[in-house]
């Protein structure tokens, strides 16, 4: 187990566990600001089971200016996960009513909203 080195290094997500990816998370997640990267999907995939443990660092991405990092997040990650806390449920909404947001971001932010259906 290792942080991935570059955009390829799928590898690093062999056999990796809940510790690890909560004592590396920032480290981690940074490999969410791009969807195409190879190693973006595995990333998305490992972090969902472990949504409440990750929710400050996530919330944090989600109250950034990085709007396809906020973007990916949403879309790979809340999206298709079992429950979300309600810190970043409440981001969520914040996003959506958000006059100045992109309309792609709210859109997605409002499928994840009635996934779980969380009124707002």
């Given at each position: 187990m290792r942080v991935?080195?570059?955009?390829?290094?799928?590898?690093?997500?062999?056999?990796?566990?809940?510790?690890?990816?909560?004592?590396?998370?920032?480290?981690?997640?940074?490999?969410?600001?791009?969807?195409?990267?190879?190693?973006?999907?595995?990333?998305s995939r490992a972090v969902r089971p472990y949504v409440n443990e990750l929710e400050k660092a996530l919330l944090e991405i989600l109250q950034g200016?990085?709007?396809?990092?906020?973007?990916?997040?949403?879309?790979?990650?809340?999206?298709?996960?079992?429950?979300?806390?309600?810190?970043?449920?409440?981001?969520l909404i914040k996003i959506y009513h958000d006059p100045n947001e992109l309309e792609d971001l709210k859109e997605k932010c409002l499928e994840v909203l009635e996934e779980f259906n969380i009124n707002f």
């Open positions: 991935p080195i570059d955009k390829f290094d799928i590898e690093a997500f062999e056999n990796i566990d809940r510790s690890f990816i909560i004592n590396n998370q920032k480290n981690i997640l940074i490999w969410l600001q791009d969807i195409n990267w190879p190693v973006a999907k595995e990333v200016n990085d709007y396809e990092w906020r973007f990916n997040v949403v879309a790979s990650v809340l999206y298709f996960c079992d429950s979300i806390p309600d810190t970043l449920s409440n981001q």
